[in-house]
């Protein structure tokens, strides 16, 4: 595909057939991390490591400032499995308008 000038293109293919393959390497690699971080973060915090007490005083902190429900909002936030680095986070909204 020539672009401003016939010199100057973008020459190439794409493997359309691997894409796929290709994405869910990407993903699984995303997801083996994630897993890490959540183990690793459970192991913090059994030590008491001083990041993951930051962190379990952070989620209360988020906790007490969205149980007033500033503007409106709702959020709900909580850790999984006592694990202050996985946060699941709900968020309540309301109706922008009645339309």
């Known amino acids: ?41 459970g192991e913090a915090f059994k030590a008491g490591e001083l990041s993951s007490l930051h962190l379990e005083s952070q989620l209360k902190q988020c906790q007490a400032h969205f149980s007033s429900n500033p503007r409106g909002l709702t959020i709900n936030i909580e850790n999984e499995h006592e694990n202050p680095f996985v946060w699941t986070v709900v968020l309540i909204l309301s109706a922008v308008s009645d339309h």
């Open 1 to 41: 595909m020539p672009f401003e000038i016939q010199s100057n293109g973008m020459y190439g293919k794409f493997n359309y057939k691997d894409l796929e393959a290709r994405l869910l390497k990407v993903r699984e690699a995303i997801d083996a991390e994630t897993e890490l971080w959540v183990e690793k973060g």
